[in-house]
């Protein structure tokens, strides 16, 4: 079943203070939101996750590593995921037990989403886990992957749109990972990748507005999660245009 997070109503209802700055939880539930007699998912089951943080300037986040694949995207702020700078939209991957880091928010401070297909039970700081990420090695290499997200549209410049265009931000890798910008006109529409070519796929609206399911328009950073099972999805932009983030996870079985 596709999910939806309307960005308006994520802000208005799930955000909470966070060390040294916010966290606002869009779709699924992390360790922080879980209820405590809820189970555990396993590892490999399919759970999707979608989170946005907001980092105070100053901030840092010291190096570490997750159980599960994740994409990263910067959506405001500056500073640097570990040895990349950043400054705009920047789309960054990596897979279970890869170690990342720091993150350090400039004086703008550092705003990202986090999107998973996977249930993760915290991040585990370098150098005390550095025995168990050696341990895991075997299982899941070093996997990390960062593309900047260059000149997002405005809505006017939406507006003035003749075509619709598609671009690939990460080359699909033969397991599937991937992401894609979409830009389409007032109106426009397209048929995504197909989701069963990997473990499913986040879709963040970065600007103007569409509609995934139905005829509910989602504002800027809305987000849509389409698991593998599902058909391709048809987002419809709304009167402004919309400029689109599609990322797709990893192939791997699951229940």
């Not at 759970?47 to 590593?65: N, S, Y």
Request: proline share 8%; glycine share 10%; net charge negative.
């Amino acid at each position: 079943m596709i999910l939806t997070a309307d960005s308006d109503v994520a802000s208005r209802t799930n955000k909470r203070r966070a060390n040294e700055g916010w966290n606002t939880l869009f779709i699924g539930a992390n360790r922080f939101t879980k209820k405590t007699d809820d189970p555990t998912p396993s590892e490999d089951m399919l759970f999707p996750v979608a989170f946005l943080v907001e980092k105070e300037p100053g901030a840092i986040v010291r190096p570490h590593f997750h159980q599960a694949e994740q994409f990263q995207v910067v959506v405001g702020g500056g500073g640097k995921f570990g040895v990349h700078d950043v400054d705009g939209i920047v789309v960054h991957y990596t897979g279970p037990y890869t170690a990342y880091g720091p993150l350090i928010a400039s004086d703008k401070g550092l705003d990202w989403f986090t999107l998973r297909n996977g249930w993760d039970p915290g991040a585990r700081y370098m150098p005390a886990e550095r025995a168990d990420l050696r341990q895991a090695r075997a299982r899941y290499p070093h996997r990390e992957a960062t593309a900047e997200v260059r000149g997002v549209y405005t809505e006017a410049e939406l507006a003035r749109l003749v075509a619709d265009t598609e671009e690939a931000i990460l080359a699909p890798a033969e397991d599937g990972v991937a992401a894609w910008r979409y830009r389409l006109a007032p109106g426009g529409t397209l048929t995504g990748p197909e989701p069963g070519l990997g473990g499913g796929q986040f879709w963040v609206i970065l600007s103007g507005s569409m509609t995934a399911t139905g005829d509910k328009l989602l504002p800027v950073k809305s987000c849509v999660f389409v698991p593998p099972e599902d058909a391709a999805l048809q987002p419809v932009a709304g009167p402004p245009g919309a400029e689109i983030l599609c990322m797709q996870f990893a192939a791997r079985p699951r229940h």
